[in-house]
Structure formats: structure tokens, C-alpha cells
């Protein structure tokens, strides 16, 4: 599902019993302007076209009306990371590259739920819904991350997996904030957001002394055959 701002202008009136959902086009559309921060309760109200008293019906305040926003969001970047790793299929490495440009493909594709779920400054922990489905959308990530940590090469002490998802999300997240801005602040880098998070985690997992070279249909920690050199990122010349 992905709500755009002609859907939103032709479903408000709450006589039509679609307050609720006018609400929240009318904070996804502030938000994609203004950012979380940037909008009251009222203009919320005055986009959606109803009263200042009207939310109250739905929402207890701004908050809450963000919060299901940004819960709406994790839902959403849930099914796409869940899609993408697919089960580790058909391989852990290549499975766990499309959970990281899937990543990054919801932040830019959907900003106003990233912003919410992410730049609001919510306490999730207060809100049981938010946080249940920010822990199940991290738990894509973690079991991406669990498969990967039992590739460790014989001999090298096994990583733990909360400690490798925790890291690789701190990466992906940043790429994705760096990439994201859409005013004159976002920097222009010579590379696209894929190949730097690419860049970033094979560089992590070298660290880590995971073999890193390895060809298309061929597992990580496989050894590149003889006389096959590798060149930059463990891709083969």
C-alpha cells in the first residue's frame, strides 16, 4: 500500500466515515512537507478538512496520530524486508543483499513513513503496537544476520548475531539518511546508496574475518578457484 497525496484529497469528509484514514493522509502529506515535527494537531485537521475538535475522535493528541503512522510504516517495511529475504534463498549472501537495497528502496520511496517511524522523537517503548511492530520488522534484519554470523570461517569465534544486526542496521540506516534529504542540505556523493552500503558491509565483514570473495551462485567463505584473482569489494577482475 502506498498512499499518495490525489488518494488522500479525494477520500476526506468523515461524513463518509473515512475521518480516520483523512487524518492520517493529511499527517503523512504534512510530514512528507514539513517533517514530524513541523505541523500541529489543528493543521492536520484543517488539511483533512473537518473541525479541530474532529481528531479527538480517533486520536488522544498529535503523538498517537503519528504513532499510528509510523506503525502503519513499520507494517509496510516489514512485508518488504520479509520479501526480500525470502528465507535466506537462494543463498544467505544474496538473500541478505536485497534485505539491504530493500532497505534502502523504502526509505526513498516512502519518506514520510520513514520520517515518522524513525525522526519523530516517540518514545516507542511507551506505545506496545509501535513497538511490536518495530521488533518484528527488526526481526527480519536479526535472522538475516543470524544466518550470516554461521557462515564464520572454521576456527574464528562466531560473532553474535543481535551485535552483527544491530550494525549492519546502524549502517543501512545511515546510508539512508544521507541519501534521503530531498532540500539543498543532502550531499551529492560519487556513488548510489547501494553501492556504498555495499561497500560498508563488506569492509565490516572482512573485520570480522569473513571471506568476502566470492562469484555469483557461490556462498560466502567459498575460496575463488585457482588463478582467479579477485578485485575491488571481493569482486572478481
Not at 30 to 59: C, E, N, Q, W
Not at 78 to 89: H, I, K, P, V
Not at 116 to 125: Q, R, Y
Not at 208 to 234: C, M, N, Q, Y
Request: proline share 8%.
Amino acid at each position: 500500500m502506498s498512499w499518495r497525496k490525489d488518494q488522500g484529497r479525494a477520500e476526506r469528509g468523515y461524513h463518509h466515515g473515512n475521518l480516520k484514514e483523512a487524518l492520517l493522509q493529511a499527517a503523512l502529506d504534512l510530514i512528507s512537507k514539513k517533517g514530524p515535527a513541523g505541523f500541529t494537531f489543528a493543521d492536520a485537521a484543517r488539511m483533512a478538512g473537518v473541525s479541530p475538535a474532529a481528531p479527538y475522535r480517533h486520536f488522544r493528541d498529535r503523538d498517537e496520530l503519528i504513532a499510528s503512522i509510523a506503525q502503519r510504516g513499520f507494517e509496510q517495511f516489514e512485508s518488504l524486508l520479509t520479501q526480500a529475504w525470502d528465507d535466506g534463498r537462494p543463498d544467505t549472501v544474496t538473500a541478505f543483499e536485497r534485505v539491504g537495497k530493500a532497505y534502502l528502496a523504502f526509505a526513498r520511496e516512502e519518506p514520510a513513513f520513514y520520517s515518522a517511524m524513525f525522526e519523530s522523537g516517540l518514545p516507542v517503548d511507551s506505545n506496545p503496537t509501535l513497538m511490536a511492530a518495530s521488533e518484528r520488522a527488526f526481526a527480519i534484519i536479526r535472522a538475516a544476520a543470524e544466518r550470516l554470523a554461521a557462515l564464520a570461517p572454521p576456527g574464528m569465534p562466531r560473532p553474535p548475531a543481535m551485535m552483527m544486526a544491530l550494525h549492519i542496521w546502524s549502517m543501512s540506516h545511515g546510508v539512508a539518511s544521507l541519501f534521503g534529504r530531498g532540500d539543498a542540505a543532502r550531499r551529492k556523493l560519487p556513488m548510489s546508496p547501494e553501492d556504498l552500503l555495499e561497500a560498508e558491509v563488506l569492509i565490516y565483514l572482512r573485520g570480522l574475518g569473513f571471506r568476502t570473495d566470492r562469484r555469483p551462485g557461490t556462498a560466502a567463505g567459498d575460496e575463488p578457484p585457482a588463478g582467479e584473482k579477485s578485485g575491488p569489494w571481493g569482486k572478481p577482475k
